[in-house]
Every structure is written in C-alpha cells, then in structure tokens.
C-alpha cells in the first residue's frame, strides 16, 4: 500500500488541501474549521512529558504518523494514555484501565455494527416507536441455515423485488448477493459460492457465517451522470453515560464504476457485471479491470467516459472516490438545499444509536468510538441508513482519502482533549485537568466535528437521568458476539419486542426517558 504522506505538505493547511480536491466554491457553511493546538492562546498549557500510545499488530498507519508528529511516544505496557486497535477489546483491559486512559472501542458497541444485530434493534425500536420515526431502514429479515424455511415464506408480489443478501459479519462487500426471487434463496448453495464471492482462499480463516440478512434493494437510488454512490460518514461517540456525539462534517461519496441499470438480467447476470454497477463499496470497485487498462479498448473508451463525467460533475477524485464537500457543492449548483438532508442524517445517526445507552455498560476508562455510518439517498433525496461499520478503514489508499482522513484523525485527537490536557486521573509531570471541566475552561476543541447530542439543557438532563436508570439496573451482558444468536432466535420463535429487566418499574422509567429523548430528537427544534 503506498501512504501518500509527504512531510513538505505537513504545512498545507486542511482546508487548502481539501480544496484542491473541489475547485468550485463551496457554501461557507460548511467550510474547515482549523484548531491547530499550536496557534491557540492556551500554549502554556502543553506538557513537558510527551503522551504516549499503544498499537496492536493492526492500527492506521495515518494515525501512528499524526502522533508521532505531535511528540508522542510508543509503548508496549499499561501506561499508555491511548490505546487504539482495530478490533474489540477483552473487557477484562477496558475495567481495569484507569480513569486518564483513552480507549478506541466501547464495550459491547459492536452490536449495532453487525448487520443482523443493527436490524434487530432498528426492529425493536420501530415497534416502540413506530414506523414514522425509525423509517429510515429498507424492509430487512434475519435468516440463518438454522431459520425454519417456512418462516421467511412471503407473498409473491413481494418477493420477487429484488433483494440484497449479506452475511452478518462480512465487511468490504464479501459475499454479496442480489436474488431477484427471495423463495428461491438456497442458503447452502449461498454458502458454497460465499468465499468466491468474499474473494478468499480456502485457506483463509474466516469463519463460516452463521447468520445472513436479506434487505429489499433500494432500486431508485439517486444518481449523479448516471452513476450510483453512497456516503461515508464518520461519528464519534465519546461518551454513553450520558451520551454524547459528534458528527464530522466531511465524509466520502463512493461511486459504483458501471452506470445504473436495474433488471433481471443485470441483477442475477455474471458477477462482473453486477458488483461494479450495484455496488459502492470501494474495496470492490477499485478492481474493475477499466482502472488497470491503458490500451485504446473498450475497457479504456469506459474508463475515459467514468473519469470525465466524475470530474465535470464534482471535480478532482480518484478510484471513484469524491468527498461531501463536492457533492453539497453540487447540490448547491443544482439548487437543491442539502440542509434538511443533513438534519435528517443527523436524526438517523442519533436513533440508531439510542440502543446502545443501554447496552454499553460504564467504566472508569474513558472509552470513545469511531464509527462509519454508510448513507444512500434515493431519488427523492430520502437517506436509507445502510449500514454502521466498526473500526471504519483509515487507509490512505487515495488522495481523496488522504484529504479528508488526516485531518479527521487529528480532529479525533484534538476533540478527546489530549494535547496539553490529560483529563481525568494524576499522573506524576502531568498536567491534569478533569474530561467534564473542558466547557468551562473553553478548550472545546471539536475541529469539523459538529456536536449534535446532546444540544440543549433539556436533552443533557435527560441523558444523565437515562445513564443514572441504566447503571442502576441490571447488569449488563458483555458479550458483542451474542447478537447474531439473538436475532436469529428471534426470527426463529418470533416473540413479542422486550428489554430484558428486573422490575416492571425499571422498565417503565427507562421507557419513559427513553422517548423523552427521542421525541427531542424527531421534533424540529425552534
């Protein structure tokens, strides 16, 4: 992998190395804000002791190099002041880290990044809340080898729409299927094609999936010079008890790299024709052979006509890769209003998370999440949440990755308030200073990060009053593999939607907070 980092760009300011890639004006409202630690009035608060970091085998190169650069230090033992892996942590390390230390996973915060888990909870919380609040997910069903045929039956009008067929815990588009008849799903035969379609070896170790989702296909999705995309957008979650979360006003439009046609024989065709047309997924589309041809084929002629109609559109990108700041651009020029997109994206990040107030348990550690939401808007500009990634790819594979993960990195490190703060704890030649008393000494450093829960008095009452509920319950199961077995129980035995609690009175206050806050949410604000 070639990381494009070059130490004579490191004066390039964020905002001149994003616009590099949008050479149209862009609406002012959602222009870089910078928040270089140097250039702040608050130089006297830096420490002398640099902080130090803990990698495991996996970690973003990026994220090493931003570091580094800012004088941390590696270290392999317990003292570290973060510690940043790529998959979850044993919960034994997260309760028996101290209150200073940085943690990049919650516990249990995966279970709305495995695909059956998150439509297992969306369910739940529609049958809570109804249809007009959580209706922001296409129809979807869990299925499993194990899943009684007899129960995912339905009529034929509807299932022959197309389908799109997932195992619960793939990621980069492995083992992908569109099925234009869901009677006729074969799961066995599903699963003998699986590591062709997830492009692994049979020596490979990943496991047989066990569990599989099956979501209508948003056939209409809305396209730009013909083409489909969707949107990556990142989420920093920094604290559940009481939630709080941020929203990165940046993000990657990533584009399927064969024009938009939808019928039988596209769908169900050969697996090169569907995957580079209905499939946005970058890992996948970068290796489309019309990337790789130079003679004067048709393979290139393709190529050519991609590239310009990418960049007469939304200007400079690469590999199918624009950036948000482009394509609201474009929206600006065709005079459509992205803000009630926006805002509705919002909602749907905040309502999707709301499961996990009480699923994430509390601990002395401060824990934070990154998360990568995947949005697809349809041709009336409606988003359809896709899904929520853990661990979102931090490579720098293009210069659009470059120009949007660098500064989000340092944005992440910035807004967790390490640089000259090390909240919470003592530590010996260290500058100490509390995670809650950031506000009040107005070092709120949240660079193109938008806070948007919690916003008002009202709503921070209320997420303190449903964190005080929730750890005065029962204790919480920490165990984030336990959802898929969840789900397809459910979709075995169909029971009725319930939270698991001792009392009749704790399911009732926490129900009763719970819709306060999502009513706050939902309703527009004055």
């Not at 130490?7 to 949008?22: F, K, N």
């Not at 590999?319 to 803000?339: P, V």
Request: with cysteine; charged share 25%; net charge neutral.
């Amino acid at each position: 992998m070639r990381v494009l980092l070059n130490v004579d760009e490191v004066s390039q300011t964020r905002s001149q190395r994003c616009t590099a890639l949008c050479p149209t004006p862009f609406v002012s409202e959602f222009e870089f804000r910078r928040c270089d630690w140097v250039q702040t009035e608050r130089s006297e608060l830096i420490m002398s002791k640099s902080l130090l970091f803990k990698f495991d085998k996996r970690y973003p190169l990026l994220l090493r190099y931003i570091l580094e650069k800012r004088g941390w230090s590696s270290t392999g033992g317990d003292g570290y002041d973060l510690w940043w892996r790529n998959t979850r942590f044993p919960p034994g390390k997260v309760f028996t880290a101290k209150s200073h230390q940085r943690i990049n996973h919650f516990i249990n915060s995966g279970r709305i990044t495995k695909k059956a888990g998150m439509i297992y909870y969306m369910k739940h919380y529609r049958r809570a809340y109804g249809p007009q609040v959580y209706n922001f997910m296409p129809p979807s069903l869990i299925i499993s080898p194990r899943t009684d045929k007899k129960l995912i039956q339905i009529d034929d009008d509807i299932s022959k729409r197309i389908w799109i067929v997932k195992p619960s815990s793939s990621s980069q588009g492995r083992g992908i299927r569109l099925v234009d008849d869901l009677n006729t799903l074969d799961l066995g035969k599903y699963y003998s094609d699986w590591r062709e379609a997830a492009d692994v070896g049979s020596s490979d170790p990943l496991r047989k999936p066990r569990t599989f989702v099956v979501s209508q296909y948003i056939d209409n999705p809305y396209l730009i010079r013909g083409y489909k995309h969707d949107i990556r957008l990142y989420v920093l979650v920094t604290s559940y008890h009481p939630l709080e979360v941020r929203l990165y006003r940046e993000g990657l439009v990533r584009f399927a790299t064969k024009p938009y046609v939808v019928d039988d024989d596209r769908v169900t065709g050969p697996r090169h024709e569907t995957v580079y047309r209905h499939l946005t997924n970058t890992s996948i589309n970068k290796f489309n052979p019309m990337f790789k041809n130079k003679s004067g084929d048709a393979q290139a002629t393709e190529m050519k006509e991609f590239e310009q109609a990418m960049f007469s559109t939304l200007g400079y990108g690469d590999l199918g890769k624009r950036t948000l700041r482009q394509l609201f651009s474009y929206f600006h020029r065709e005079g459509i209003d992205y803000q009630p997109i926006w805002d509705e994206i919002k909602k749907i990040v905040l309502l999707t998370l709301m499961p996990l107030c009480h699923l994430v348990p509390k601990t002395r550690a401060k824990c934070f999440e990154l998360y990568g939401f995947d949005i697809l808007l349809d041709e009336k500009l409606k988003p359809w949440l896709i899904e929520v990634n853990f661990s979102p790819s931090l490579a720098l594979e293009t210069v659009t990755d470059q120009s949007i993960k660098e500064s989000l990195l340092e944005d992440v490190v910035d807004t967790l308030g390490f640089d000259g703060l090390h909240p919470g704890g003592t530590s010996s030649n260290k500058t100490v200073f509390p995670w809650e008393d950031r506000d009040k000494l107005g070092v709120t450093f949240n660079g193109n990060f938008e806070k948007i829960f919690p916003l008002t008095d009202t709503q921070s009452h209320l997420a303190k009053e449903l964190s005080d509920i929730v750890t005065s319950g029962p204790e919480i199961t920490v165990d984030d593999e336990a959802v898929d077995d969840e789900a397809v129980a459910e979709s075995q035995q169909l029971p009725p939607a319930t939270l698991p609690a001792p009392s009749p009175v704790f399911v009732e206050k926490l129900a009763e907070v719970e819709r306060m806050i999502v009513e706050s949410i939902v309703t527009p604000r004055k």
